[in-house]
């Protein structure tokens, strides 16, 4: 079912409220489903005042992978912003959950580096939150596998992106 709302809500390991927004379906390949918003649209951290966005972006929701893709417009500085994560839970067709497992890998617009983000964070929360072993297996080898493949264009990051992109400019 097309266009419709879809409510994507990122928690941490404790279960409370880290990043949501609510966003378009646009979609589904052989990589996953994709959702997106126009610039404009706003996104929230907790319960902390909304943040306007200004470019719009698509995200890619991979079955049983433990990553997202966000995937953004100009004026971005980020291209490409993956979030490692839990597998995504569907509770409906109109809300996605997953925790977010703190690192991050990005490419950047200008110079297209691919780096890893919040590796300090990442461990500080294992600590915290006490991350299972294989949590932190799984975040690890998610990481190191985004990197390689950001990093060399491979789909979805190369062009297969580009299409879901035009549907919210």
Known sequence: MTDRDVRVVYTKYDGSLHWHQTTRYLGEDE??????????????RGSEPPIVLDQPFVELIPNGQWWTAVF??????TE?????ATPAQWRDDGEVTMVDLDLD????????RVLLLDEDEFAEHQVRYGYPREV??????????????????EEPFGRTYRYWLA???
Request: aromatic share 6%.
């Open 31 to 44: 990589h996953g489903i994709w959702v997106g918003a126009r610039a404009g649209s706003t996104t929230q």
């Open 72 to 77: 953004n417009g100009a004026p971005a500085s």
């Open 80 to 84: 490409v912003y993956c979030d490692i």
């Open 105 to 112: 890998v990005v490419r950047m617009r200008a110079d297209q």
């Open 136 to 153: 932190i297996r799984q975040a690890e080898r998610a990481a190191a596998w985004l990197q390689a493949a950001i990093r060399a264009h």
């Open 167 to 169: 549907q919210v400019t």
